[in-house]
């Protein structure tokens, strides 16, 4: 997987998926690349319209809280957001994540201020702040899900091996 | 080296032994999803070239959420729900029927089997002893078309719970106290095991409205003992047969132990915009409230609305106040007419809705408008979360709800009671 490169949107603590995908858009969720245009709109509603390819989604703790809705980080990646790094990530929308495609990445954001430019490494586990100079690094996946995000989400890998590769 | 409960059913389902922090592909007894779902479900299993699920009758289709359906986008997401079913034999709970955890407690759960749902109040039927787990549309697909899905085995902690509950507090107000305490993401990834003698002696109902939250704090699944509460429970619903007594091992290890006694404990609420922000009622202050919204995965049980209905007996709902009582399930609603509970609810001026998640998600039936304030027994109160994200949500057990709709601001019920 190549390296990914984009700016730093920054959100606080707790963001849930009734902030990425929320309820009252619930009549969209057969229609994704028009709930796209919504997604984290009552976080920060000027972020689906200002957002560049390639950007990150820079989080607190406990990122994806909430419902078990796949549309959330389906809408993100759709929306064309690299990765999502987060302090911490609640359990199903980290699995999810990794279901769809959309790299999630654990590790102290505090030193990323919004707008800074980022290069993501995956496969070595490193994030280079461009910005600010600073590389930080961030512990491999579990083998099943670096396996799943590697060849492009559940769908693909099942696909592929027909079932699950546990390794 | 005992087991703990987790460790257990997981083991069996997976055909060999496994300990915390393994990975397993394990077999599952239950799969479901609700109508928010199970669209993206069914376009998933089409993507990935499976035309049959592995077992039709272990596999039902919820609509809950938006039942009946107030627009046509949702019309048609429901159309292609039960075209879904008709062709793949997969069982369809029809609008009606009521939310998909409890009608699974009713009719489908079991002690010692592994359910996964599409939502993520899937682990309600930890209560029956179950490792009831939610995830997404996508991992669902899979499991409804191979049977199996993978799982790391989660780490335990002992949740150990003495003393009697108080006059006026509930399940849900210890719960409410528990997610306070331990944090929203506090337990992350963990099992959580409630036992000691106030949850050896806490009724079915209060035991689904505690592992429905588990998710609230982060935990994957909150796990109850099978044990006689178990047996009556499944003796009553007509399924006797599938009760088996268990617990885990005495020598199991745990990560944790945490020791709660609720003798002192007072009526809880979750100020609004986290579960976590809990306080005691009698120190939320003099909030007027709008709408008061009593159903819910948490709090949708006849024994929920039989507390209700204790202390609006009588009475009525005050001035400006609307009372939306939305009933977990058909057979809630049937008995809570039967034994006329819904009749006193309606007397003092509620509003009884069809049986579903109502107001809880956001999507119908009861939206709040900008400013508004709503206590509700659910489970969640994020910003939008009912439908409008300048609202404010409070969340309470089912007696600080019928409180606080007589008064029109919240309200301990101790003040009832
Ligand atoms: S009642 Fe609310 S929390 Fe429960 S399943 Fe329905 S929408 Fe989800």
């Known amino acids: 997987m190549d390296k990914l490169r984009g700016r730093a949107w920054k959100f606080g603590d707790g963001i849930s998926t009734d902030h990425i995908a929320p309820g009252r858009l619930f009549h969209l969720r057969s229609n994704l690349p028009e709930l796209a245009k919504h997604v984290l709109e009552d976080a920060r509603p000027e972020f689906a319209a200002a957002l560049q390819t390639g950007d990150f989604i820079v989080g607190g703790r406990n990122f994806g809280q909430g419902s078990s809705r796949e549309h959330a980080p389906t809408i993100i990646k759709m929306a064309g957001v690299s990765a999502v790094i987060a302090k911490s990530f609640a359990r199903i929308f980290f699995r999810n994540c990794i279901n769809v495609g959309l790299p999630a990445i654990i590790l102290d954001t505090d030193t990323i201020d919004e707008r800074d430019e980022l290069e993501m490494d995956l496969l070595a586990g490193k994030l280079v702040n461009l910005t600010k100079g600073a590389t930080l690094s961030f512990p491999p996946l579990p083998k099943v899900m670096a396996t799943i995000l590697s060849e492009g989400g559940l769908v693909e890998h099942i696909k592929k091996h027909g079932d699950f590769k546990l390794d | 080296m005992g087991k703990t409960l987790s460790e257990k059913i997981l083991s069996e389902h997976a055909g060999h032994n496994v300990r915390a922090g393994e990975f397993a592909v394990v077999c599952v007894d239950l799969v479901y999803v609700q109508d928010g779902t199970g669209p993206l479900t069914v376009r998933q299993l089409e993507k990935l070239g499976f035309k049959n699920v592995s077992s039709p009758e272990r596999t039902i289709v919820f609509l809950d959420h938006a039942a009946p359906s107030p627009r046509q986008e949702l019309s048609n997401d429901h159309k292609l729900l039960r075209e879904f079913c008709q062709r793949s034999g997969a069982v369809l709970s029809d609008i009606g029927n009521g939310i998909s955890h409890n009608v699974a407690s009713e009719q489908y759960a079991n002690p010692g089997t592994v359910i996964v749902g599409a939502d993520s109040h899937t682990c309600t039927n930890g209560a029956l002893c179950a490792f009831a787990v939610g995830m997404g549309s996508t991992d669902i697909a899979v499991a409804m078309a191979l049977g199996h899905t993978w799982l790391r085995v989660p780490e335990t902690w002992k949740v150990s719970v003495e003393g009697d509950f108080p006059r006026a507090v509930y399940a849900k ?245």
Not at chain 2, 291 to 310: C, K, W, Y
């Open chain 2, 173 to 417: 107000d210890f719960m409410l106290h528990f997610i306070g305490t331990v944090k929203a993401d506090g337990a992350t990834y963990r099992a959580l095991e409630f036992v000691g003698p106030a949850m050896d002696t806490l009724s079915m109902a209060g035991r689904l409205t505690i592992s429905n939250m588990a998710v609230e704090c982060g935990a994957k699944v909150g796990l109850f003992n099978s044990d006689e509460v178990t047996r009556n429970y499944l003796e009553l619903l007509g399924r006797p047969q599938r009760y088996k007594p268990l617990r885990a091992d005495p020598d199991a290890a745990y990560e944790k132990t945490l020791t709660f006694d609720v003798s002192s404990l007072e009526p809880m609420i979750a100020c609004p915009h986290f579960v976590d922000n809990v306080k005691p009622v009698r120190e939320a202050g003099s909030v007027a409230v709008h709408q008061v919204f009593i159903g819910t995965s948490s709090n949708g049980r006849l024994e929920d609305f039989q507390q209700a209905a204790a202390i609006l007996k009588g009475k009525k709902v005050a001035n400006g106040v609307r009372l939306l009582i939305t009933p977990g399930s058909r057979k809630v609603l049937l008995d809570g007419l039967a034994d006329g509970t819904f009749r006193t609810l309606a007397e003092a001026g509620g509003v009884i809705t069809g049986p579903g998640c109502g107001a809880c998600a956001g999507v119908h039936e009861g939206v709040l408008a900008d400013g508004e304030v709503c206590v509700a027994t659910q489970n969640r109160n994020f910003r939008g979360r009912m439908g409008n994200p300048h609202a404010f949500i409070y969340l309470a057990s089912p007696a600080t709800a019928a409180a606080t709709a007589v008064t029109g601001r919240i309200t301990d019920p101790r003040e009832f009671l």
